[in-house]
């Protein structure tokens, strides 16, 4: 089967307080964006790629994944999952609904190339998909909700994963899955929850707990020390 890549890169990325979006961001001189791109196009898995970008973007034409042909771009939305689904949409003419999607942050570019290739070999024979997770480390607190939040209880974390990308399904089932979500305004944060919502059952695949999403600028450091790490 075909493989698909979408990246969605239209957000703003306010909690970063920089002038210019996340993505935008530099990892040893580069954009965040293209580093991330890079690991990804790298691997040869696929057959096209499709990156959502903000309508007000003023930065892709100097990327260097703004030269490479197997890149294509189409406007973002709102949230994340209409800039998810206006890419699909933007591949229907090319991509089959039985092709698969993979479906990656632009804000982590840290994601290491054995993890993409076992999220691949672990679900390219399953007929819904699934996501790079990895088993939460922290204690977690449960709140009353009051200022200041006073601990309530603490939550059982045995069974609670933390969601990453590459999150991989079938093209035309997430399609579907994201249209009737949005329109039924149910909060979705991932591909995965569309699926959920929709009757469909992930699978987990454990990834590496350094494929880091950039949220705030402390992140930024974590990430170049990371991509040292791993090309050490
Ligand atoms: O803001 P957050 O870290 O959740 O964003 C995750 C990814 O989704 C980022 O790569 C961001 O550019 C993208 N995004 C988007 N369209 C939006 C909001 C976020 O493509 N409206």
């Known amino acids: 089967s075909r493989f698909w890549l979408v990246v969605p890169a239209a957000g ?31 691997s040869g898995l696929f057959d096209g790629c499709m990156v959502a970008l903000n309508p007000r973007d003023r930065w892709w034409p100097d990327s260097v994944a703004a030269g490479d042909e197997r ?22 003419g090319q991509a089959a609904d039985e092709d698969w999607v993979l479906v990656h942050d632009a804000a ?12 691949v070999d672990s679900l390219v024979e399953h007929p819904v998909g699934g996501l790079l997770a990895a088993p939460v480390a922290d204690t977690l607190k449960q709140t009353g909700g009051g200022q200041p939040p006073e601990v309530d209880s603490t939550v059982d974390r045995s069974r609670l994963w933390r969601a990453f990308t590459p999150q991989m399904f079938r093209l035309g089932a997430l399609r579907c899955a994201l249209a009737s979500c949005l329109e039924r305004g149910l909060p979705v944060t991932d591909e995965s929850s569309a699926m959920e919502f929709s009757g469909y059952t992930p699978v987990l695949v454990e ?9 705030v ?8 020390f990371l991509l040292a790490q791993q090309d050490g």
């Open 207 to 215: 990834g590496r707990s350094d494929n880091i999403k950039i949220t």
């Open 12 to 42: 703003i990325g306010q909690r970063m307080r920089s002038e210019c979006p996340k993505q935008y961001l530099k990892l040893h001189q580069r954009f965040i964006l293209d580093v991330t791109l890079s690991r990804l196009l790298d």
């Open 71 to 92: 890149v294509q771009t189409c406007t973002g939305g709102a949230e994340r999952a209409d800039s998810v689904l206006a890419a699909l949409q933007a591949l229907a």
């Open 217 to 224: 600028p402390a992140d930024l450091a974590l990430a170049e």
């Open 108 to 119: 982590r570019p840290c994601l290491h190339p054995h993890d993409l290739s076992n999220l």
